[in-house]
Structures are given as C-alpha cells and as structure tokens.
C-alpha cells in the first residue's frame, strides 16, 4: 500500500487548494481513506474520511463547510479541496488508508499513511 500526498503550498488568506492523494498497492473495496493534518507543537488531528463499504463520508466539525473530500471514477486519487483557508490551517496535511468497514477520525483507526504535504496560508 503506498500513498503520496501532494498540492500543498503557500496561499493567502480566503483562498483555496487542492490537496491529492495518489493510491497504489489496494483496491478501494473495503476499505476507508482519511485526511488528517497537524500543525507546529499540536497533536494530528483528523479532516475528513470516506469509507467504500457503506459509502459514508464524515468530517471533523471545525471542517464542515469549507473541506470537502472526493475521488476520481478509478479510486485512484483522493481529493481534499480546501476553501476559505486561513492562517490557522497552515500544517503539514496527511493521507491514510485502511483496510476495513467504516471510518473514524482517529489516528488508531488508520493502518498506512502518506508522508505528508506542507500547506502554509498567510495573513
């Protein structure tokens, strides 16, 4: 299972990214892919996750709205789209799999994770 994260970057305040997520090694039956992100001297903290066996998406409630996770038809590629970003957003953003029923927003509950892309917002 490999998975590679990229799109970060540096954006101003209110504007937006496209975070990718390239899969390999797995098929996306059974199995949930998250986005976790974590911020300078803060714990990792959990974005969003879909699972392929009941096809339900969750989100962290501080990201509703203005993240949204997606895919491609393959099941390649996972998305996180970011809008509205701010200055409090700026971390170094994660991809995970696992294989399994359902998703959770926790660390624990992930099995494989990506090496992380850095997204910096400024004021």
């Known amino acids: 299972v490999q998975l590679q994260a990229s799109g970060g970057g540096l954006v101003q305040a209110g504007g937006s990214l496209r975070l990718s997520c390239a899969v390999s090694?797995?098929?996306?039956?059974?199995?949930?892919i998250g986005w976790f992100r974590q911020a300078p001297g803060k714990e990792r903290e959990g974005i969003a996750c879909?699972?392929?066996?009941?096809?339900?998406?969750k989100y962290a409630d501080s990201m509703k709205g203005r993240f949204t996770i997606s895919s491609d038809n393959a099941k390649t590629t996972m998305y996180l789209q970011m809008n509205s970003l701010k200055p409090e957003d700026t971390a170094i953003y994660y991809c995970?799999?696992?294989?399994?029923?359902?998703?959770?927003?926790?660390?624990?509950?992930?099995?494989?994770w990506g090496q992380g892309t850095q997204v910096t917002v400024s004021s």
């Open positions: 995970a799999f696992k294989y399994g029923s359902g998703c959770f927003l926790a660390q624990g509950f992930f099995d494989h």
């Open positions: 090694g797995f098929t996306f039956k059974d199995s949930a």
């Open positions: 879909v699972s392929s066996s009941d096809e339900s998406t």
